[in-house]
Every structure is written in C-alpha cells, then in structure tokens.
C-alpha cells in the first residue's frame, strides 16, 4: 500500500472511530477538532509500515487498534497544550483545543478520548484472545507512561538531569507501542517483543529531540505555531538553554543510536520472515523524519 493509501486508510479509520459514538452534538464537535485534519499519523503509519513488511495487506486486520493509537496520541496533544501543562494557544496552526473550547471541556475531550481508544482497540478481528489482551495491554501501558513522562517534563530541573529518561517516556511510549503493534502479528512476535519495544523507544527519543529541534529552527508553516514557542511558554528546550547540553550531539548521537536497533530490528526480521517482503515503505518513512534535522544552520 503505499504512503497516500495507507494515509487515508487510517484517517477513514478515525472517521470511523468518531462515528460509532452516540456523543452528544457538542462532546462531537470537540472530539472532531482534536482529530480533524488529522496530523502526519506517524504512529500509526509507523504500525502499517512494519505490519507490512511482516503480514503484507493483513496488517489492517489490527486498523482499529492502529487508529486506537492515534487517538491516544491527540488526547495527549488536548492535554499536552492546557495551561496546566504546556499552556499552548496554538496546535496545528491553528487554535488548540482548549483555546478554541475552552479548558473543561478539552480535559474531558481528551480524557474521554483517551477510554475510547482502548474500547475502540478491542474491535480488532484477532481470533487469538491473547493477542487481544497484548494489543489493550500495550496501549493503556504506554499512555500511563506518556502521563508519567509529562508528569517529569513539567520540572525543568529534572529535565536538565534526565533529559533522555524523560523523552522515553513521554514520546518514546508511543512509538514503542507503533512498534509493537506493527510486529505483533509475527508468528515469533515473543522473541521479537523486546527489540522492537526498544527501536520504537529510541526512534520516540529521536523524534522528541528533532521536534524540539524544530520548535527553535523551524519556520511557523512546519511547527503550526510560532518559532520559539517552547522559550515563549517558558518550556525548557535544550536547543535554546545556556546550560551546556550540546543538544546537537546529543540529537546525533540519538539517530546513530536508533539506527543501530533498527538495523538489529530489521535482521531478526529478516531471519524469522515469512515470505518476500520488503522494508523499502518503512526505511522510506523512517528516512523522512531523520531527514528533519535539514534546518541546521
Ligand atoms: C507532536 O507529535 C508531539 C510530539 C510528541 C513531539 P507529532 O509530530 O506526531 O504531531 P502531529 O500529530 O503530526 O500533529
Ligand atoms: C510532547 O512534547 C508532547 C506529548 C508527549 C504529548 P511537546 O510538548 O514538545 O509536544 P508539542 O511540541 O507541544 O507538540
Ligand atoms: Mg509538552
Ligand atoms: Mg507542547
Ligand atoms: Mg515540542
């Protein structure tokens, strides 16, 4: 499938997802602005990308856990911009959530959001009740890590100290759950679990630095909000502190890192692989994100 088609698999997923509610008008309209126009879906792209290279077209057997994990991700972002948290107006370029609904009712949407997808996961035609457990499993214990992660984030003290502890948790969650998901339709998924999970953790880490990143180097059309917002919201980012971190090096260091579990990844796929199968729609996607650090002056 390629990368448009799969794109708007997911995102014809979502609707799907939306639809199935009987939310009241108003829940509705919330929950479609934090959805809608969806994002870059990368974690969710992520899942198809590897479920291909492992089941071909039957990865979307899993598309509702898929979209499960993209509604996890926006209930975090409604929650991640409140002025609790990162007190952000803007998302998407345009305004977040709560800056457009108001703070309640984007802490409901977002929470609402957040139960849903776990029931929305378990819609996922596995005949394997195992497999059913893993899927619930591993989303639920990857949000509670982001809402640990997010927990860390807002001292920036302990964020100089454990920067990269920090970024696992609160990025690196989900994508360990993409992961995940993209291989647990393998036949030898147990022996494949821990390489996977810790790939995805570090491609989380990498993507946390890159956006971070961005956020100081980015025009406002990439980020959807202004340059600098993170300093402006008085958000520590190592990309604009005076404290030391060479958050260059440490970015590199993240991809070289990164790679070289993708790459251990890729050849306990190899070995185990069912039939011919190709990881160029993967290294394709993967290739775009590491591409992002272009900006450099
Ligand atoms: C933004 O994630 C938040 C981070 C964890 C860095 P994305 O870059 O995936 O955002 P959207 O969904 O494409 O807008
Ligand atoms: C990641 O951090 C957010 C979540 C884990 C939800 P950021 O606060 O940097 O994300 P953006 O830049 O607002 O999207
Ligand atoms: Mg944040
Ligand atoms: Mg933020
Ligand atoms: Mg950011």
Redesign the pocket.
Known sequence: MNSVDCYSRIEGGMHAALESLDADVELEEVLSYALFP??????PRLVAAIGEVISGPRWDTILPATVSLELL??AS?VH?DLPALDDDQM??GRASCHAKFGEARALLAGDFLASFAIQWAAKSQLSDAAQMVEICTVLSGAYSRVMQGQLLDLDSTLKRKDLLGIYKL??GALFEAAFLLGVLQHKCYVELKEKALLCGQAFGVL??LI?DFLDVNAPSSLT?REVRSDQKNERYNPFCSSDGISAGSLMQEAKKNFLMLYGELKNALRISRVGGTTFEPLDRMIETVLSKDKFSK
């Open positions: 969806c994002g870059k879906l990368i974690r991700h926006c972002l991640d998302r998407r609160k990025t993507y946390q956006d959807g």
